[in-house]
Antibody
Framework: QLQLQESGPGLVKPSETLSLTCTVS??????????WGWIRQPPGKGLEWIGS???????YYNPSLKSRVTISVDTSKNQFSLKLSSVTAADTAVYYC????????????WGKGTTVTVSS | EIVLTQSPGTLSLSPGERATLSCRAS???????LAWYQQKPGQAPRLLIY???SRATGIPDRFSGSGSGTDFTLTISRLEPEDFAVYYC??????????FGQGTKLEIK
């Protein structure tokens, strides 16, 4: 059974870089046609797609965050990572990693989420 | 940029009743690329419907999706206590590649 697990610091200072990793278990991140992505949810608010990556390294980002986001993949560790630079309090959220299925492009497997607070 | 608007914001119903949730897009969305998710407090979203009308694995048949173009609907035919949650629609295709609606909270009346 495929599982995703987010990890990383729960507290980040303003202007610094948020770094999270998603570890994939029970399956290979190199599976053909699947993209791997990050979605966030500010407290009490809705979901926002951040970006997605293919195991080859091909990426797509939300234009609203593109200038601050880098998503990378490490197939040897079955992991992919998120870096969000110059964070502010507005970046405080639960961050989820998820797998995007091919053909219909829905998110079919999600991690449990990790809370990141931006505060000095 | 495409915007998905869900209505109502909050829906108050009783177990056993029928729930109808709406998702309206600011521009046409391919039916293949419209999905619905359920989220309970403290949990990650769970896929319910993909391709506008196909139920995901393990989803009870009281959940159904319909619609095309700019108007999509999630229907729960007979509410069970575990169905009270927040529901999100999501599209793929228009910039940004993935967009979520703001959610509809389904609460017990």
């Amino acid at each position: 059974q495929l599982q995703l697990q987010e990890s990383g610091p729960g507290l980040v200072k303003p202007s610094e870089t948020l770094s999270l990793t998603c570890t994939v278990s029970g399956g290979s991140i190199s599976s053909s046609s699947y993209y791997w992505g990050w979605i966030r949810q500010p407290p009490g608010k809705g979901l926002e797609w951040i970006g997605s990556i293919y195991y080859s390294g091909s990426t797509y980002y939300n234009p609203s965050l593109k200038s601050r986001v880098t998503i990378s993949v490490d197939t040897s560790k079955n992991q992919f990572s998120l870096k969000l630079s110059s964070v502010t309090a507005a970046d405080t959220a639960v961050y989820y990693c998820a797998r995007r299925a091919p053909i219909y492009f829905y998110m079919d497997v999600w991690g449990k989420g990790t809370t990141v607070t931006v505060s000095s | 940029e495409i915007v998905l608007t869900q209505s109502p914001g909050t829906l108050s119903l009783s177990p056993g009743e029928r729930a109808t949730l709406s998702c309206r897009a600011s521009q046409s969305v391919s039916s293949s690329y419209l999905a619905w998710y359920q989220q309970k407090p403290g949990q990650a979203p769970r896929l319910l419907i993909y391709g506008a009308s196909s139920r995901a694995t393990g989803i009870p048949d009281r959940f159904s999706g319909s619609g095309s173009g700019t108007d999509f609907t999630l229907t729960i035919s007979r509410l069970e206590p575990e169905d009270f949650a927040v529901y999100y629609c999501q599209q793929y295709g228009s910039s940004p590649l993935h967009t979520f609606g703001q959610g509809t909270k389904l609460e017990i009346k």
